[in-house]
């Protein structure tokens, strides 16, 4: 390949571009995932860009300053600018400059100094710059000889996150902790006598995360799309460890799934499993908990009751799963759990609210991520269709539209009448196959339903409705369900082949990831994505936001117009 063919523009201001059409261009777009961001997705030239957390991700996972500008040199159409290569050694560099420590003095009967730990940096100026900053001025004691910082272990995880708003990323070299032993093991067959084999990938990933490959240390996040095994993979983890483990996940529907595929897929004794949610609280040595119920409390200023459940046994493992919707509260008290290995399962790390910084510090980087069409290739996952139909407002609502606030016009965009007919005659032509229509707004989800008599849920559907109605979906008992948000995430409905998106929130890339997931699945026929905008309003603009995941993954996304599709 000439170096004028190549497909990236790397240029000064750190930003990446991505000739779609160029030779070689899905081998360079698989080769920058590790180390930039994906910021725009028109059909020409993509736009990534280089950031410091992108490349402490990378850093974090093995790579080197030399190994990705190398990547740039090798792909790149111009030569690389000599500032930006010095740029990137020196973010690069800043991952390792400072490392956490054991005390040397503590005793293992606890003795000595074990209350603390050690800040350790090499260069004076390092030193100083975080000595002079007064936001980590209550957490780190100076020591003597400017080596570092004193400071007390339960401020491991806040230290952590502070020096990160700094910009210098901490190695975290304290030991973790074993917790208590469990004995565990994948089976050969499931329950049902299918055969269980780890995928590739899945053991690469586990094996990233403890550290029998590359640089993994027992703490981090590994990036898979839904349906492609996450949590085998975190079972396959479990099974390496051999350590009591908490699971957090996101509703009570998924801490089922979790229970259910632990039974079938491990040799643990069923009375070994535990639910911890709002309808029972069992301890068990696997224990799998809601985001919910952990940070559920009486009041504002109360304390939050259920974070005992992270002291009451001796836990070797932690595992977010979905540990992009990783709340608040959670975040607070995982600052504290640094000592315990920490697993975090994800199909994006995109939050639309930044707080992936935070993901970063207390829970750990990037240990693994896998190119989404790759997966497809092999037949992991679900080759899709990615279409967005745009509809016109109905008569009558362009007026209110006009004068409404920026909230409301979303809300008159999203609930826009004509989608109903189109998600009919979508319906219609997909006729057989097993269809999930997802909205945001619940008046509109409902006259979707009645006129197509079909199922609803809602978070108002009680679990136990929403547990019956996901088995009649899996069984094919029932071919369609409307659903809200409350499917978004951790619902596991195997044989769905098609999704119609008529609305959602503002642009979210992290929905975008997961109401694709619920269609991902390998199946013998492509899956089709459809998603519905209100043309002309702002739903085009939120719409464009949310096509930066597809296309990250590379997946074409084409856009039809009411009246051409109907023709």
Not at 362 to 381: H, M, Q
Request: overall charge neutral; charged content about 25%.
């Amino acid at each position: 390949m000439q170096k004028s063919e190549n497909p990236l523009i790397v240029q000064g201001d750190r930003s990446i571009l991505l000739d779609v059409h160029a030779p070689g261009a899905p081998e360079a777009r698989n080769a920058l995932l590790p180390f930039a961001e994906l910021e725009k997705s028109p059909e020409h030239l993509h736009t990534y860009r280089l950031t410091p957390l992108s490349l402490w991700n990378a850093a974090g996972a093995g790579f080197s300053p030399q190994e990705v500008l190398a990547v740039l040199e090798r792909f790149s159409r111009y030569p690389v600018p000599p500032h930006l290569s010095a740029w990137v050694s020196e973010t690069m560099s800043r991952f390792g400059k400072i490392t956490l420590e054991e005390n040397p003095e503590n005793r293992p009967d606890g003795g000595g100094q074990g209350d603390f730990l050690f800040l350790r940096t090499a260069e004076e100026r390092v030193f100083r710059e975080i000595a002079a900053a007064k936001s980590a001025a209550k957490y780190l004691f100076p020591l003597p000889d400017s080596s570092g910082f004193r400071l007390a272990r339960l401020q491991r995880g806040t230290v952590k996150q502070e020096l990160l708003r700094l910009g210098w990323p901490v190695r975290d070299l304290v030991p973790l902790r074993e917790g208590a032993p469990l004995e565990t093991a994948l089976r050969k067959q499931t329950l049902s006598g299918a055969p269980l084999v780890v995928r590739d990938y899945q053991e690469e990933a586990a094996q990233c995360f403890v550290g029998g490959k590359g640089p993994g240390t027992g703490f981090g996040v590994i990036v898979l799309p839904c349906g492609a095994g996450k949590t085998i993979t975190a079972l396959r983890v479990m099974e390496m460890l051999q350590t009591e483990t908490l699971v957090l996940t996101a509703n009570t529907v998924a801490v089922r799934q979790w229970i259910a595929e632990i039974q079938d897929k491990t040799t643990l004794p069923a009375g070994s499993t535990g639910e911890y949610t709002g309808a029972r609280k069992e301890i068990k040595p696997v224990t799998v908990a809601t985001y919910q119920i952990l940070t559920w409390r009486a009041g504002p200023d109360e304390d939050f009751p259920h974070f005992n459940l992270f002291r009451a046994r001796n836990w070797g493992l932690i595992i977010y799963d979905e540990v992009h919707l990783l709340p608040a509260p959670v975040f607070r008290i995982t600052a504290e759990l640094q000592a315990v290995r920490r697993l975090g399962l994800t199909a994006t790390l995109v939050r639309e609210d930044g707080l992936e910084k935070d993901v970063f510090s207390l829970v750990g980087p990037k240990r693994f991520d896998v190119p989404w069409k790759e997966l497809e290739a092999k037949g992991w996952i679900a080759s899709v269709r990615c279409v967005e139909i745009r509809v016109p407002l109905s008569g009558g609502l362009e007026y209110d539209y006009a004068s409404a606030p920026l909230r409301g016009k979303h809300r008159i965009a999203g609930e826009n009448p004509r989608k109903t007919g189109i998600v009919a005659e979508l319906v219609q032509r997909h006729a057989g196959r097993q269809i999930l229509i997802i909205g945001q707004y619940l008046d509109q989800l409902a006259k979707i339903a009645a006129r197509l008599h079909v199922p609803q849920i809602t978070g108002k559907t009680p679990e136990a409705g929403r547990e019956s109605l996901y088995a009649d979906f899996r069984s094919g008992k029932e071919k369609i369900l409307v659903v809200s948000k409350v499917a978004n995430f951790a619902v596991d409905l195997p044989d769905a082949s098609v999704a119609i998106q008529v609305s959602g929130s503002f642009g979210s890339r992290q929905e975008e990831a997961q109401r694709l997931g619920r269609i991902l699945r390998p199946k013998d026929r492509e899956a089709v994505f459809y998603t519905l905008v209100s043309d002309r309003t702002v739903e085009e603009d939120f719409a464009a936001n949310r096509q930066k995941f597809l296309a990250e993954q590379g997946y074409a996304y084409s856009i039809v117009r009411e009246g051409e599709f109907l023709s």
